[in-house]
């Protein structure tokens, strides 16, 4: 139905591109829709995460869409800040391809391209995750 290319400033692995092409389709079929779509956004959680006992990170993923082309957005990894009845979910990895920029908790901006070894490593263990069967997966679509 739509591709996502290859050439971003990070490897994005052809398995997380899979994933994303994969849960998309589904949800486009499953509503009866595949032409309109202006941007998909996915959410994977963990349904027992919580500050208290902890668990899978939720993170959310945005793709926008443009003639059956995705071109990937962001990639954002939530956490849980604080303690106890003041804790707050919050950005802890963003990982942003449409400025080129990464954020982490505490850290200043930087390049992506910086990064490349870092989000390989957070991308593996995500799709990790995944494979596990930790995370309610849900698709938003713009029209």
């Not at 003041?86 to 391809?97: H, M, Q, R, T, Y």
């Not at 390049?111 to 309610?136: I, K, P, S």
Request: aromatic residues 14%.
């Amino acid at each position: 139905m739509f591709q996502l290319p290859r050439n971003y400033s990070v490897p994005v692995s052809p398995e997380l591109t899979q994933l994303l092409v994969d849960a998309t389709e589904t949800h486009l079929r499953a509503r009866g829709k595949d032409r309109g779509i202006n941007a998909v956004t996915i959410n994977f959680r963990d349904p027992d995460y919580s500050a208290e006992a902890g668990g899978y990170h939720p993170v959310e993923i945005r793709i926008e869409i443009s003639e059956d082309k995705g071109v990937l957005s962001y990639i954002t990894d939530f956490c849980y800040v604080g303690q106890g009845w003041c804790s707050e979910l919050a950005k802890e990895l963003d990982f942003d391809f449409e400025s080129g920029d990464f954020y982490a908790l505490d850290l200043p901006r930087q390049d992506l391209a910086n990064c490349a070894e870092f989000y390989a490593l957070w991308q593996d263990n995500f799709l990790t995750y995944n494979r596990m069967g930790v995370f309610d997966v849900t698709v938003t679509v713009d029209d």
